[in-house]
């Protein structure tokens, strides 16, 4: 469906679409660095809860945000089939755990709409808007809210 | 003129500055205090300094830079000409005018809208207050200069321009272009800059931005002209062949006559080259503000040096405004100057590596195991030394940080009317870059503290007959792998009871928590948050702030702080730090199957609890969990607790797989023995009934894989234990920092990637006894322990042993408190020379003897490849006793038998893990087989002793025989009593002249009998010697409060001897 569309960059916005919990969300792709499956994960206790552990990412520590956790889902406990959204925040990288990674699309900018205020409360804020597609709605996160830093 | 939108240029530029402003600083000093006797080189290294920097600003348009460096030099000038006395109110003059200076470059972008007037008028009263009076207008009288083409390029002072052709220099103007004289012949501006500086003199440079042409004109004939004033005594044909410039682009500069119309100070003349007619001549520049801010001759009576030392001191005011806090900062790139020697070792070793891939991918590809052992062998050596090497360019001298207190001590002793003599030693003392930056502060820190509370003003030095010069030492030395720094004054000390006093009043601590304190722990207060003893705030330090941070920044580098302080004599603060942070030795622990690493440096000891003696050695108090480890009580904490581990496990003996633990307790509740843990609530909560399991006959509370492996740590200034799972092994670790996520998490002090690529988090020692209130709970330990010592009923001694094997299943124990050194070395250095084993040890030989020699004991195996050798001293020396293997160090309660295995070199025998062990007669064993060594010893002995009477206080019969033993062998009189009350019945009766007492005793302990001696006006001078088991310096420090003269340990029949003799002769 995407091939009609005019792909210039004003337009369109290349979104990366992937599952967290039932609810499908769209990152912009220029924010992603990679997409990593399978990796060794290392608990750290203590710390916030949405925060599900680190990874060795060539040499440097990342830490691995539970997007289920954030989204005050039900987390699973079998982290080896999920995936990790590398985005970079300031000069660290951040892992987002999602249950899985589908595609990347090119979303017309006319399709994408502000966040419907229903919506609102404290999960709210992680996203930016709504992308609509055929056969769902794709929720764009505010990766800055996502990555702050809670007090 | 606008900045040059150069970063690089400004870069280096800025760089450069900095390394030269951090010299001039200290140089100044050196100067000031050489006072008339002018070190002309150094003089002349300050001036070069400035010079440059004045040459660097001029070219990238930091014009006031410019300015103020111009006024310091011509200050500088006069120094160095010997025409002015470099004057403590001259230096503090060029001192501000170079922090202004820094400040500036640092902000280099905004550099040209801060007000220097005050800077400036300063250094030029300085300046015209040295000269003679015919000569002062010359400083006002402005001079322009130019070319042909441009005229009124450059503006100098008549001053400065008699000053420089005095030494007949010739005067040019230089004109590059930027683009085809530099750009494109592939050299700098700084680097043309530096040229010049050294071929002569740049008086002045600038780039001409207004001549450059516009978009519209044609590149190739693109220009910027960049002049330079420059003094040389070179000829101009010299000078075309040593720039490497045409003839055309050098202008001589003709000033004949000149001087002559210096009358008219405000007049500015122009001066123009000989051979040119001015053309269209440009209005003239109406005289920079200097020279309406400059005190015009009139008014300006001859002043003397002090009145341009009062001009400082508005200075502040300006230089507080010219530095707003909302000026960016050119961040600057840190840059590491590195030997080249270091460099060409990196290279060979970057070879090195290298060769070794290929001989790995070559032995690898072609299967050849052997070759890869060989080249892992090898790659694990290159690997150490590229390691080192790398790890040395980032090790830097303290001496630069130390250096710049030569400033701060200097300022704040005049502001504080004090004399400060500061000495700085071991300025070569290297120390990692990152620690040496984060070290600066807290320094700073102590250091004003120590000027300002510490050393007195001179009257007060005066009352109490110190000199009225202070003596403030810095310095920095090795010591066991860390560097320490040492900051010492001999001031007024520590006033503990004012700390104590404030503390109480601030409720921090109780009364009787202070009571318990040493006068160390005391002195420590000064670190507690939001105190401060000083009685007025002063300008300098004492708002309350500080102290405090001072410690928690050098806890964060692993630093350990201590104090020493004496009322009246001085103050000395130690910190120890660790070499380097980026790579650290560390012990890799496991707890639920988790991998952790923990800092070697904040490990103290392992010891290993086995399951069988859980029950004695590790108790609760409160909710506390405590465990006794010779004779003090060490707070516990298990790490699953600390982090919060939820769903404990354990690995069953039989099936190695994880299940869940059920106990909460470290205790075990459903031991009857520990009464106080089952009804601990905690013991309730446990969650019993979830799991039934049955227990089998190799239960796995008895189980090995049951013991508790406990991490003696050292969190600053206390100890505790943590008990983790599994001890995996030592390793180096690379340091990675964690992210901002886990800022929070006070446990962790960073990550590291393991060899297999897991990551692991590194424990954070403070944090974790912070995290747990450790500090509470130490506090706790220690009164509970003062406690439980004045309800003791008494009973046998707690000994500190350390268990030993000789021959196989032949247990023998000897006492901790007299043994230097465990060594381990190896069966085939022992050498026999003269029929006695000796090796060769730290420099010299070491005698060894073995207990089988003296007594009849069973032999030791001596086909196995190594052994121990158990270092202590006597008669003056290090002797060794060999033992096959080391079992354990104990603390026990135990009845020593000193009747059924008695013999020469055995003491006694006792009962420890079910076994007879014989406690060993160290003296016994050396005096046996070398007699003369004991005769060496008794010959000292016999001179003295007969006639005194010692008294020994001692309640068990095995150590009472032994020490009575010790002092009638030395030729005294010994009279004993069983305990403190016998013992002042026998004080009354007796005419006595020493006390030996030992400390835990039934009915009246030592310290209490102690006590009471000194109370008793007959007795308060007589010498009171504890003797104990008891090993600690909390101890120590109880016994020294109650009046003990010395504390000694049981059976050091040396020392005990020495100190006896020592303290007759006194009495």
Redesign the interface.
Known sequence: MQESMDKSPSNTQELAIFQVGDMPCGLDTSLVREIIKNTQLTKVHLAPDYVRGVINLRGEIATVIDLRKKFSMETVDDGENMEIVVVKSGSENIGLMVDRVRDVVWADRKEITPPPSNIGGVTGIFFSGIFKMKTELVSILNSEELLKTEE | MPLIDDDETLQAFIEESKEHLDGIESDLLAIEEGGANIDTELVNKVFRAVHSLKGGAGFLGLDKVKELAHSSENLMNLIRNEELVPTPAVVSTLLDATDLLGNMIDSASTSNDVDISSHVEALQNAVSSSLDEEEKPSLENNILLGTENFSNLFEITQFELNNTLKGGNNLFILEYDLISDIEQQGKTPMAVIKELQQTGQLLDSKVDITRVGDLDSDLSEMHIPFFALFATIMEIDLLTGFLGIDASQIHPVETTGSPAAATEPQEVEEVVPQESVPQTPEPVIPAPETVEVAPSPTESVPEPPAPAAEKKKPAPSPKANSTPKEMPKIKTETNLRVNVKILDNLMTLAGELVLTRNQLVQAVSSRNQQGVDTVSQRLDLVTSELQEAIMSTRMQPIGNTFNKFKRVVRDLSKNLGKQIDLIIEGEEVELDKTIIEAIGDPLTHLVRNSVDHGIETPDKRALSNKPAEGTLRLSAFHEGGQVIIEIQDDGAGINTERLKAKVLEMGLFDRAQLESMSHKELAKLIFTPGLSTAKEVTDVSGRGVGMDVVHTNLSKLGGVIDVETAMGTGTTISIKLPLTLAIIPSLIVTCQQ?RFAIPQVNLVELVRVPASQIKERIEKIGDALVMRLRGELLPLVHLRDA???KDWTYITPGSQEPQKDRRSNICDPRGNILDESVDSPAAEESPNTEFEEKRSGDDRRTSPLSAYNILVLSAGDFHYGLIVDQLLDSEEIVV??????????K??A??T?QGD?????ILDVVGISS?MNLNMVAEKVNSQMLHQKENKSGGEDSQSLLIVMNAPEEQMAIPLGLISRIERIKTNDIIITAGRRNIQYRDGTLSLFGVEEVANVGLRDEASESCYVIVFPMAGREVGILASEIVDILDAKITIDDVTHKQPGILGSMIIFDKITLLVDLYGVVSTVMPEWAALTAAKESETGDGYNVLVVEDSKFFMNQIVNFVTEAGYTAYSAEDGIEALQVLEEENIQLVLTDIEMPNMDGLELTRRIRQDPNFKALPVIAVTSVAGEAAEERGRDAGVDEYLIKLDREQIVKKMDYYMKGA
Do not use: D, F, M, T
Request: with cysteine; charged share 20%.
């Open positions: 988790e982090l919060e581990i990675k920092p964690l992210g901002s996520h886990l800022r929070n998490c446990c962790y960073g990550a990637i690529g897991r990551v692991a988090l995290q």
